[in-house]
């Protein structure tokens, strides 16, 4: 919970300290200006994100904040996916020596790749599942690993679905209260009540998935190291 909490502080104080606030602000506009094609142009926009190391987290909460929980979690299921394919392929190709250079020295690196080689799809699942190492720097470090790109795209397909519902949940949440408040929808207390019941059981579910997630990997790849460690 508390890593919840303070990832979206974090996102918070990003969007009032830094410039990206107000150009984001003006994009979120502009793709509630366009009507049917804003959660494809949305979704587009994870691919440049992906790739340039920006919080795809906050293009999920506008999701949801303009399309509601289902068509905001669609459009940011698709365009994360197809963000995080192209900066894989990236990193596998015309990025391979320069990503290589900066994560082969890492013991963290070292450790997952050994595992992703042997349990490709399932190592994928659960470090999409865990905050073990962030989402975009995730996607070049498996670039350059052992996996195979069918594995790394099933298993980021399932990974990010939890995190992106409840993204997705939490931004819909924040314009159906913020509505209710207004009052250009109707409802009462129990109303109020409900939107928040059903946002903190979004986010606990995901909180515990996470945990479970990251204790299986932490045992899948303690073990692959045990197994592959030479004994005198």
Known sequence: MVGVVGTSAAIALGLFVFPVRHELQRFVAWVQ?????????????????????LPGSILTLSAGFLFGVVRG?????????VGASAAFV???????????????????FRAIDRAVAAHGFKIVV??????????NLLNLV?????????DF?????????????????IGSAVKSLADLFAGRIEGGVAQRVLFGAGLIATVV???LITRVAKR?????????????TPHA
Not at 90 to 108: C, F, I, N
Not at 157 to 166: D, T, Y
């Open 142 to 150: 498996f670039g350059v690993s052992a996996v195979r790109f069918r």
């Open 205 to 207: 579910a995901t909180v």
């Open 33 to 53: 200006s366009i009507g049917n094609w804003g959660p494809a142009v949305l979704a587009a926009a994870y691919t440049p994100a992906c790739l340039l190391f």
């Open 73 to 81: 979690t669609i459009a940011a299921f698709i365009g994360s996916l």
């Open 126 to 135: 659960l470090t999409r599942l865990s905050p073990l190492i962030p989402f």
């Open 90 to 108: 990236l990193s596998r190709t015309l990025a391979r020596g320069l990503v290589e250079d900066r994560v082969t020295a890492s013991p963290k």
């Open 153 to 169: 795209f099933l298993g980021s397909a399932v990974g990010m679905l939890p995190g992106g519902l409840m993204y997705a949940y």
């Open 216 to 228: 299986a990997l932490d045992d899948a790849v303690a073990a692959d190291n045990s197994e592959g």
